[in-house]
């Protein structure tokens, strides 16, 4: 049997992919969250890799907290950039394949068109610093990797819609901004675009976001509107959020991206954002 180690095996990704290997036959998951593997340390990662002999690596691990990245840099860097390394040097050790994920936040965000894998990264903060360093250091030491990019994802554990669903019983009207863009991506959604992936030899790097695009404030009103929710939202300017939230982190105005590589080299498709959050809030 085939195996697996999914680190980060406890967040949002782990749990979907764990839900979708469920009941596979040739595939066994060794799961690992920070308390059986600390990404950051290489001793370890090496030692365990090197003991379990993967046949491929998925990466779920990540420090998430965009807002806390900015204060807590040394950490962000730690599980973001080193961790990744770590993963890659032991994945080329052992001949393992690489699943790294990454993010739109690589990008600044000031066009007005889908970033291709193909456009020039410049992150904004740190959380998005992190991550692409990571990208970098899996590109420098991992033989064969993927790196695939999503965004705004949603699935078991803490996550936007889970909180303006919080939000909506106690309050009649939430404020949600209106201007930055982007694409509510679900875990299940991603863990089968990884599942597609990680059996193939078509190495590289991927976007893989739901399809489709939207404002948080439109996503927040779709929400509300499937769950029955008679909340109202309010759709405001970043600047007025950020005069509410100061210690907010700087975020893309526009990071849709084009899951281009995924569209010129296979034939995997992601549902639509507006499908996917059906499926999800029906199930949850
Ligand atoms: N969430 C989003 O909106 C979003 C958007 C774009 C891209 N992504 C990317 O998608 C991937 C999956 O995100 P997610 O939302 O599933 O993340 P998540 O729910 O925050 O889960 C990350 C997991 O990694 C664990 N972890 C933290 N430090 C670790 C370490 N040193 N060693 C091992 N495990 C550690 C966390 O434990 P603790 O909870 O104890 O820290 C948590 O269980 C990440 O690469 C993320 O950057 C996420």
Known sequence: MNKIIVTGCKGQLGIAINKLYEGNREI?????DVEELDITDIGKVLAFVREVKPYAIINCAAHTNVNACEKDVDNAYRINAIGPRNLSIA??????????VSTDYVFAGNG???????DATSPLGVYGGSKLAGENFVRDFAKNYFIVRTAWLYGEGKNFVKTMLRLSETHDKVRVVKDQMGTPTSADELAK??????PTDNYGIFHGTCEGDCSWADFTKEIF???GRKTVVEAITTQEYEKDNPASAPRPAYSVLDNYMLRLTTDFKFADWHDAIAAYLKND
């Open 28 to 32: 066994e998951l060794v799961n690992t």
């Open 225 to 227: 509107r499937l769950a």
């Open 91 to 100: 994945a080329a050790e052992t001949g393992a394949k690489l699943m790294q």
């Open 112 to 118: 007005d068109r889908p970033y291709t894998e193909f």
């Open 193 to 198: 675009a990884i599942a597609y992936l990680l």
